[in-house]
T-cell receptor, first 113, second 113 residues
Framework: EDKVVQSPLSLVVHEGDTVTLNCSYE??????LLWYKQEKKAPTFLFML????IEKKSGRLSSILDKKELSSILNITATQTGDSAIYLCASEYSGAGSYQLTFGKGTKLSVIP | DSGVTQTPKHLITATGQRVTLRCSPR?????VYWYQQSLDQGLQFLIQ???????AKGNILERFSAQQFPDLHSELNLSSLELGDSALYFC????????????FGEGSRLTVL
């Protein structure tokens, strides 16, 4: 069964800390790995990674995919209270002529002042 | 604001009833995806439509059905509701036939009493 596992499930840090969120996946016909941020309701897209070892960056957030280890990390440097959210990892895979996303259960990040 | 509109935002109903959730995708998007998010299961893919045709099916129960209309809006019908159907139902859209980056609506929170 295809699955995506995120760790830790929750994390509390102080403003200014650096955090690393982990995602491992076991899917057949892997295509890409995606990260989303879910604050109150709707998940919003952060990154899509298709090639191993290439880092994608957006401001203080960055992510790398390791296809050999079937994993990805999301780094957030100099955390701010606005980074408090649930971070979702999803693996995109192909099957039956279409592509689907399997989401992990998320890592809940709380940044305290 | 992702541009994806879902109604209603909240819905409370009783077991055995039937409800319809509605989604209007972003302008120009042809694909609509439905996801269910519950506390213990995370985001679960239900079904995808592309330009009016069913494209992919996930863990959608037989009591649930969906369709996409010529104007590209979509409806998710949930019938013979059970307590366990209480969840946040998300609609997402994008321009592609295959997954990639999704734009999520704010969700419809269904409570079955």
């Amino acid at each position: 069964e295809d699955k995506v596992v995120q760790s830790p499930l929750s994390l509390v840090v102080h403003e200014g800390d650096t955090v690393t969120l982990n995602c491992s996946y076991e899917v057949t016909n892997f295509r890409s790995l995606l990260w989303y941020k879910q604050e109150k309701k709707a998940p919003t897209f952060l990154f899509m990674l298709t090639s191993s070892g290439i880092e994608k960056k957006s401001g203080r957030l960055s992510s790398i995919l390791d296809k050999k280890e079937l994993s990805s990390i999301l780094n957030i440097t100099a955390t701010q209270t606005g980074d408090s959210a649930i971070y979702l990892c999803a693996s995109e895979y192909s099957g039956a002529g279409s592509y689907q996303l399997t989401f992990g259960k998320g890592t809940k990040l709380s940044v305290i002042p | 604001d992702s541009g994806v509109t879902q109604t209603p935002k909240h819905l409370i109903t009783a077991t055995g009833q039937r409800v319809t959730l509605r989604c209007s995708p972003r302008s120009g998007d042809l694909s609509v995806y439905w996801y269910q998010q519950s506390l213990d299961q995370g985001l679960q893919f239900l079904i995808q439509y592309y330009n009016g045709e069913e494209r992919a099916k996930g863990n959608i129960l037989e009591r649930f059905s969906a369709q996409q209309f010529p104007d590209l809006h979509s409806e998710l019908n949930l019938s013979s509701l059970e307590l366990g159907d209480s969840a946040l139902y998300f609609c997402a859209s994008n321009r592609q036939m295959n997954t990639g980056e999704l734009f999520f609506g704010e969700g419809s929170r269904l409570t079955v009493l």
